[in-house]
């Protein structure tokens, strides 16, 4: 694993950030139901954790020294707060499954880099792990 090499997966992270961003914020203003305004006040909260996430990310890179990404990957649309939701848990799963395989390709790094890396991204795996755990929550009462 070279630095570049992690420079660029670290870039593909940060798109799947700008991603998540992106989906809160339009099913914050999408979501219908009974409920909707509970479900808009979750997702904008979840937009502004994705917004810190973008700046850390962005951080991040710029220390390893890169270049960030201003580039998103696409997301599922939906209006109803079970799919919204479902998909919000699958995203957020794939994060922590991407993100402990980074910590795995952090250790090969090595360094001072390598050490930061694993720090850096195992808060990174605590948070979605809990917004998981938060979403599986909410799926059981729908």
């Known amino acids: 694993m070279t630095k ?3 420079l ?6 940060l798109k799947n950030e700008w991603m998540h961003l992106r989906f809160y914020l339009f099913h914050a203003s999408q979501v219908v139901g009974l409920h909707c305004s509970e479900y808009k006040e979750l997702l904008l909260e979840h937009e ?3 917004m810190k996430h973008i700046t850390e990310f962005s951080d991040m890179i710029i220390g390893l020294g890169g270049c960030p990404t201003e580039e998103s990957n696409q997301f599922f649309k939906y209006s109803e707060p079970k799919d919204i939701i479902s998909y919000a848990l699958e995203i957020e799963s794939n994060v922590v499954k991407n993100y402990v395989e980074r910590i795995k390709q952090a250790q ?3 360094g001072v880099d390598g050490q930061w890396l694993e720090i850096f991204l195992e808060k990174q795996v605590e948070h979605s792990r809990e917004d998981v755990d938060h979403f599986k929550q909410i799926l059981r009462g729908l």
């Open 4 to 6: 570049n090499d992690m």
């Open 8 to 13: 660029q997966l670290l870039n593909d992270d």
């Open 48 to 50: 502004q954790s994705e």
């Open 108 to 110: 090969e790094l090595g």
